[in-house]
């Protein structure tokens, strides 16, 4: 369990824009400032809120690629932690300290504007004085508080895993980390050496070391879980080798039966067959019998076809002159049709003609019609 909560926590810690730096030197505990410890104050304060209530909202995106990143450093280098050490309660226990910090800062703070000091006045009163303001506002020691922006950053939609982070989160938590910072700087100038300094300043250098020691268990724990999701993913890659493998077998063991038994019904339909063709030799060399005499009775056949072809064509020749003296036959007979309708045109002009001379009684009339008669002009 304590390899998935720190996987959770880098999760989360990369979506609020956290780098989690590899383990390199430790920091001087005298370099340490109340404003970096309040950032990170509230920072771990948004992962703590995170942890609690939106631990199913995870993106694999940024695990995969912090792993694709640590995957290139080597392997020889990753220590496992000792065993019966629960992360968990560490990093509860650093955020719990962390808001204890918190919360002295805010009492002093709210002290220090309640009794409407200033800086100069402060540094007039004297630390005992600033002492017995403190004490006026106790810190309780509760839960961390959630910020209202890391509430709402958490509602919003989830990138797709081809984008890059974006950093609406980490613009939130900067705000309140200067919020933070600016309570802080006025708490340090309002009690210089008072109101738990000294404690304050303990505490800040214990958080370090042991937000140093955090960074760097996550660190191996990262580079553990690098290993085993290589180990992993090498384990379903020869899974699904043996298992394509085993289909092929499969696959070849079915083949291999079938065509044994193809094998098997092709030997049947062999021996099947060669008993039809023994008996279809015994066809042929009946029907060679019967074709030798066929082919005596088709040459008969052809010298019959051929002698019955000359009779075709001598009748076609016959029929070729009966058709040209038919049509022959046809002509004259048109010719002589449009001769008698000539003549006969002819007679009955000429008995017009003679029905008129014989009708008229005018001499001249007459001549005339006797001219045309004698000359054969008729109109």
């Known amino acids: 369990m304590a390899g998935k909560d720190l996987e959770d926590l880098k999760s989360r810690l990369s979506r609020l824009g956290v780098t989690v730096p590899s383990p390199g030197g430790t920091p001087n505990d005298n370099d340490v400032s109340i404003a970096s410890s309040v950032s990170d104050i509230a920072r771990l304060t948004q992962v703590e809120s995170l942890f609690g209530g939106h631990k199913k909202a995870t993106d694999r995106s940024f695990f995969e690629a912090s792993a694709e990143t640590e995957a290139r450093a080597p392997m020889d280098t990753i220590s496992h932690p000792p065993p019966g050490v629960n992360t968990k309660e560490e990093v509860m226990d650093v955020l719990r300290r962390c808001n204890e910090i918190e919360q002295c800062l805010q009492a002093a703070e709210t002290a220090a504007s309640a009794s409407g000091l200033k800086p100069s006045s402060m540094g007039e009163g004297g630390p005992r004085g600033l002492e017995n303001n403190f ?14 922006n890391v509430v709402s950053a958490t509602k919003k939609k989830r990138r797709p895993k081809s984008a890059k982070p974006s950093y609406g989160i980490a613009s939130a938590s900067a705000s309140a980390s200067a919020a933070l910072t600016a309570a802080a700087t006025a708490a340090r100038v309002h009690c210089a050496s008072g109101c738990g300094s000294s404690r304050i300043r303990e505490v800040e250098h214990a958080m370090a070391k042991e937000r ?16 085993l999701e290589k180990e992993v993913l090498a384990l379903r890659t020869h899974l699904d080798s043996r298992s394509t493998q085993e289909m092929n077998l499969t696959e070849q063991h079915q083949s291999l039966v079938a065509m044994t038994l193809e094998r098997d019904d092709l030997l049947g339909l062999l021996r099947a067959t060669m008993k039809k063709l023994e008996t279809a030799d015994e066809v042929v060399r009946r029907s060679t019998q019967t074709g030798a005499e066929l082919e005596a009775k088709v040459e008969q056949l052809a010298h019959e076809h051929s002698i019955a072809m000359e009779e075709a064509k001598r009748a076609s020749e016959q029929a070729d002159g009966l058709n040209k003296d038919h049509q022959n036959l046809l002509w004259s007979q048109e010719v002589m049709q449009r001769i008698s309708e000539v003549q006969l045109g002819h007679y009955r002009n000429k008995r017009k003609v003679l029905q008129d001379l014989l009708e008229t009684q005018d001499p001249i009339t007459r001549s005339h019609l006797l001219d045309e008669f004698s000359t054969g002009s008729f109109h």
């Open 135 to 148: 004490a006026l506002t106790p810190p309780s020691f509760s839960q961390p508080p959630i910020f209202d």
């Open 212 to 227: 140093i020691a955090l960074k760097r268990e996550s660190t191996v724990e990262r580079k553990r879980v690098v290993m």
